[in-house]
């Protein structure tokens, strides 16, 4: 059976799934989006994702055009018809369908649609050696223009950082902010952890990520990191941090819905560490595993 898509309150075969090229979401990048996984059928962190989504439509003024208990049906509907246990979960609201010109009153009624299919970010083999990063010439969008907090249609900001990286042999990009401190990556959050202390327990380490309001998305893959490093009682902060700080690290890795975690172990040419993914980052990425078992909400086939 083919994928089945959900548009507007209907499910289409993907070879079927189609969108007017009259909606301001292709015309101009108008509307916003969320990346949802589910892992054996459980939605992780569905509210907060939920959550998000309507945030960024408010900051946009688009109106939702359904409640937040339809739209956690129609996605819930969308998996069980596809039978699919676990996912990569887009959701997708734009403008509309609307005239030329950009003004989006020229939209009467939002599009809504759903995708529920797989995604790999990167190849698995990086998952256990680590990736290599380098910082590209296009800075992040600056967050008095499109605030990157907005999960925004308009990507070309990252998708420029992508195709840089790509022109320099890497997978992916670490993006600075207009000031030149380290901002995030292309689709994910970064962290660092440096060792503080004398000893080898968790506590003698500090898990670092820069300040979202520096321009990053408030990922929510993030602040369950955040959240696992509590539980393990290693101590984390928001700070601004340049990529002076990011050589020196003891271990990197990026976080994100689509990418989950990710080692890094080379940034501009400099070794990371030890040069291969790194104890605490294993320790943080075993918690966030039994997380995505726990916490969303929960379906059947
Ligand atoms: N930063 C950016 C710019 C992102 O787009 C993240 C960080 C991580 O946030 P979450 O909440 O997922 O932990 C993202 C995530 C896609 C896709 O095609 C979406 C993202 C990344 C890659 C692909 O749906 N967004």
Redesign the pocket.
């Known amino acids: 059976m083919e994928l089945q898509i959900y548009i507007d309150g209907k499910w289409y075969p993907k070879s079927e799934a189609k969108i007017s090229v009259f909606d301001h979401g292709l015309l101009y990048g108008d509307g916003v989006?969320e990346?949802i996984r589910s892992y054996r059928g459980l939605v992780f962190k569905f509210k907060e994702?939920l959550d998000?989504l309507w945030e960024s439509a408010h900051t946009i003024m688009l109106e939702i055009p359904m409640t937040r208990k339809e739209m956690e049906d129609a996605v819930i509907e969308t998996l069980r018809r596809n039978k699919i246990l676990d996912s990569?979960i887009?959701l997708v609201v734009t403008r509309g369908i609307g005239d030329l010109g950009l003004s989006p009153w020229l939209c009467k009624k939002p599009t809504v649609f759903i995708i529920t299919d797989k995604?790999a970010?990167y190849p698995k083999e990086l998952y256990q050696k680590g990736l290599e990063v380098i910082t590209v010439p296009t800075v992040r969008n600056l967050p008095e223009a499109v605030n990157?907090s907005i999960?925004s249609l308009n990507?070309l900001n990252?998708i420029m950082a992508k195709i840089e990286a790509k022109n320099g042999g890497c997978m992916e990009a670490l993006m600075l902010n207009h000031q030149g401190y380290v901002a995030?990556?292309?689709?994910?959050?970064v962290f660092m952890i440096k060792k503080t202390g004398k000893g080898t327990a968790v506590r003698d380490f500090l898990l670092l990520t820069p300040p979202a309001y520096l321009g990053?998305?408030?990922?929510?893959?993030?602040s369950a990191i955040l959240e696992v490093a509590r539980k393990l009682r290693l101590p984390s902060e928001e700070r601004i941090l340049t990529r002076h700080d990011f050589f020196n690290a003891d271990e990197v890795f990026l976080?994100?819905?689509?990418?989950e975690v990710i080692p890094v172990v080379k940034i501009d040419g400099r070794k990371i560490g030890e040069g291969k993914p790194g104890r605490i980052t294993r320790l943080l990425l075993k918690g966030f595993h039994e997380l995505t078992r726990r916490d969303g909400v929960r379906y059947t086939l």
């Not at 995030?184 to 959050?189: A, K, P, Q, S, V």
């Not at 976080?255 to 990418?259: E, L, R, V």
């Open positions: 989006f990346g994702h998000r990569y887009r995604i970010l990157p999960k990507y990252n995030e990556c292309t689709g994910d959050n990053a998305l408030k990922g929510i893959t993030r976080t994100g819905t689509a990418a």
